[in-house]
């Protein structure tokens, strides 16, 4: 059965960092692309950073680039997104979602994580 979990959301001041987990279980993420998602209430999905999967390809929407940092490790069969320097404008829910192909858009994506909650509030 091929499932995504993230981990690792909550609650926590402007300033502060929170590293978000998307583990794999029935299929191997070194084969495939890694995109993270987020949505916040009454707006549209939007991807945040993805990574190909050879990891030479990465890509960070401009409002998180400098803040935010993607990476696997393959020996685990997970991803991260490490996010620093929080803001409230960044709450929202965070998915993970693994495909074939590299891309950041969330159509081309086939596995999806049920996602984790990120409050950023003071």
């Not at 680039?65 to 490490?82: C, E, H, M, P, W």
């Not at 960044?90 to 590299?102: E, F, G, H, P, R």
């Amino acid at each position: 059965q091929v499932q995504l979990v993230e981990s690792g959301g909550g609650l926590v001041q402007p300033g502060g960092s929170l590293r978000l987990s998307c583990a794999a279980s029935g299929f191997t993420l070194d084969h495939y692309a890694i995109g993270w998602f987020r949505q916040a209430p009454g707006k549209e999905r939007e991807g945040v950073s993805c990574i190909s999967s050879s990891d030479s390809i990465t890509y960070y929407a401009d409002s998180v680039k400098g803040r935010f940092t993607i990476s696997r490790d393959n020996a685990k069969n997970t991803v991260y997104l490490q996010m620093n320097s929080l803001k409230p404008e960044d709450t929202a829910v965070y998915y993970c979602a693994a495909s074939i192909w590299y891309s950041c858009l969330d159509s081309e994506y086939d596995y999806w994580g049920q996602g984790t909650q990120v409050t950023v509030s003071s």
